[in-house]
Nanobody, 124 residues
Framework: QVRLVESGGGLVQAGGSLRLSCAASEGTFSSYAMGWFRRAPGKEREFVAA????????YYSDSMKGRFTISRDSAKNTVYLQMNSLKPEDTAVYYCAAKRTYSDYVPIAGFGSWGQGTQVTVSS
C-alpha cells in the first residue's frame, strides 16, 4: 500500500479554479495508476479522473471532461487535478487513490490505497 496525502482544497467562487495535489510516499510511484474521486454531501463517492502509469493515458467522468485535467510528476511522486470553471455542484471532499498496475492502462475502479481527502467548496 502507498500512503497518499492530498492538499490544495479550499473555498472558491463559481467559475474559479483550484489545483489539488496528492503526494505519494511510496518510492515506486511509477508502478501505480492514480485517480481522483469525490464525495458530495449526501451522495455516494463518484469517479472524477484517472491517469495511467506513464501519464500518457487519462480518463474523465463526463461531467468533468473539458474542465478538469489530471496529470502526474514522477520526479515528485505527485499527481495533480487542475479544476477550472468550477460550479457549486463540484463542492465535495476530493480523494486521491492509487492502484498498483502492471501495464499502462487507466483503471476506473479497484483502487487499493486512498488519501484522507481535501474539501473543495464552490460558492455561487
Amino acid at each position: 500500500q502507498v500512503r497518499l496525502v492530498e492538499s490544495g482544497g479550499g473555498l472558491v467562487q463559481a467559475g474559479g479554479s483550484l489545483r489539488l495535489s496528492c503526494a505519494a510516499s511510496e518510492g515506486t510511484f511509477s508502478s501505480y495508476a492514480m485517480g481522483w474521486f469525490r464525495r458530495a454531501p449526501g451522495k455516494e463517492r463518484e469517479f472524477v479522473a484517472a491517469i495511467s502509469l506513464s501519464g500518457t493515458k487519462t480518463y474523465y467522468s463526463d461531467s468533468m471532461k473539458g474542465r478538469f485535467t489530471i496529470s502526474r510528476d514522477s520526479a515528485k511522486n505527485t499527481v495533480y487535478l487542475q479544476m477550472n470553471s468550477l460550479k457549486p455542484e463540484d463542492t465535495a471532499v476530493y480523494y486521491c487513490a492509487a492502484k498498483r498496475t502492471y501495464s499502462d492502462y487507466v483503471p476506473i475502479a479497484g483502487f487499493g490505497s486512498w488519501g484522507q481527502g481535501t474539501q473543495v467548496t464552490v460558492s455561487s
